[in-house]
Nanobody, 123 residues
Framework: QVQLVESGGGLVQAGDSLRLSCAASGRTLSSYVVGWFRQAPGKEREFVAAITWSGSTTYDADSVKGRFTISRDNVKNTVYLQVKSLKPEDTAVYFC????????????????WGQGTQVTVSS
């Protein structure tokens, strides 16, 4: 059972950048595909980005393309989400999720989840 802990969120101004981290323990994260999702109050959980086990292929949602970048460091057992040019509509709890199978754009495709980190973007 892999344990996931997100960090790096906070209160920022529009246009600022953050780097969110998803640190794993219990298992080697290199064996997992990893996705980032976000959920705003009253909204469904939304796919943000995902990365394959090797890190050679990444995917991101159209809503964040060009601003958000997912990467992984298997030595540190951590996956990152670099978020740039933040907008108020990016305000949400950001979750990382892992699965042993394959990359998915749907939350049901992931078995393991962190508790989330809050990103709040003020205008």
């Amino acid at each position: 059972q892999v344990q996931l802990v997100e960090s790096g969120g906070g209160l920022v101004q529009a246009g600022d950048s953050l780097r969110l981290s998803c640190a794993a323990s219990g298992r080697t994260l290199s064996s997992y595909v990893v996705g980032w999702f976000r959920q705003a109050p009253g909204k469904e959980r939304e796919f943000v980005a995902a990365i394959t086990w090797s890190g050679s292929t990444t995917y991101d949602a159209d809503s964040v393309k060009g601003r958000f970048t997912i990467s992984r460091d298997n030595v540190k057992n951590t996956v990152y989400l670099q978020v740039k040019s933040l907008k108020p509509e990016d305000t949400a709890v950001y979750f990382c999720a892992a699965d042993l199978r394959r990359v998915s754009r749907y939350s049901t495709g992931y078995d393991y989840w962190g508790q989330g980190t809050q990103v709040t973007v003020s205008s």
